[in-house]
């Protein structure tokens, strides 16, 4: 018998179910890839590559910020049904 938990999502419940990801995939790594082929292969002769590594470096800093903030905000069931919580 199966005790874990699920947690209710309302994107889940709202939104019609999706058979595939690919144009999702397609869009979300559109955008990377345009940065990718401009950093290294067109860089041309007014060169970005100090301002978007500098971009990028802070947009990864603020993000792993903003996770360590959502980890301590974000309050989650203990999985294990067998734990019963108790005060000493």
């Given amino acids: 018998m199966n005790h874990s938990v ?3 999502d309302v994107s889940f419940k709202r939104l019609p179910y999706v058979r ?8 979300a790594g559109g955008g990377p890839l345009f940065v990718i082929v401009r950093f290294l292969v067109l ?4 060169s970005l590559r100090w301002t978007i590594f500098s ?4 947009i990864w800093g603020m993000l792993w910020c903003f996770r360590g903030f959502t980890i301590i905000a974000t309050p989650l069931p203990n999985p294990d049904y067998t734990c019963r ?3 000493q």
Avoid at 20 to 27: C, P, V
Avoid at 43 to 46: H, M, Q, Y
Avoid at 55 to 58: A, E, F, M, N
């Fill in 6 to 8: 699920i947690l209710w």
């Fill in 20 to 27: 595939s990801t690919k144009m999702a995939d397609m869009f």
């Fill in 43 to 46: 860089p041309g002769p007014l």
């Fill in 55 to 58: 971009r990028l470096l802070i």
């Fill in 85 to 87: 919580p108790y005060l």
